[in-house]
């Protein structure tokens, strides 16, 4: 005697129940936490961390310490130009020097 296809279909749904409902709650769980998930991930993208703050004002630190050094070299050239009778070098100079106070202040 052969089991009608409708038989073999009930048995198996009995058989899946306990799979499908785990499938099911995971899923239910997927969707419910989604939004927290979601909502979290961007806070990390907008906040900075205490140690990325750190490392962004070190690198501006070092731009601003280049940029006098390479200010201070110019500055010392034109100067000596500027004791020539250069007077382009006197205002190149001039600006550099300004340039070097403006940075001191940050």
């Known amino acids: 005697m052969m089991p009608n296809?409708?038989?073999l279909a009930a048995i198996v749904l009995v058989g899946?129940?306990?799979?499908?409902?785990g499938c099911l709650a995971r899923t239910a769980?997927?969707?419910?936490?989604?939004?927290?998930?979601v909502v979290s991930q961007g806070v990390d993208w907008a906040t900075t961390s205490q140690s990325e703050a750190d490392e962004k004002r070190g690198r501006r630190l070092r731009k601003q310490e280049e940029r006098y050094g390479k200010l201070e070299r110019d500055?010392?050239?034109r100067s000596?130009?500027?004791d020539r009778n250069d007077e382009e070098a006197c205002r190149k100079a001039r600006e550099a020097y300004e340039e070097m106070q403006d940075l001191q202040r940050e």
């Open 5 to 7: 296809v409708r038989n």
């Open 16 to 21: 899946l129940t306990p799979v499908l409902a």
């Open 29 to 37: 769980a997927s969707v419910v936490t989604a939004p927290v998930r």
């Open 75 to 77: 500055y010392r050239r």
């Open 80 to 82: 000596e130009q500027c």
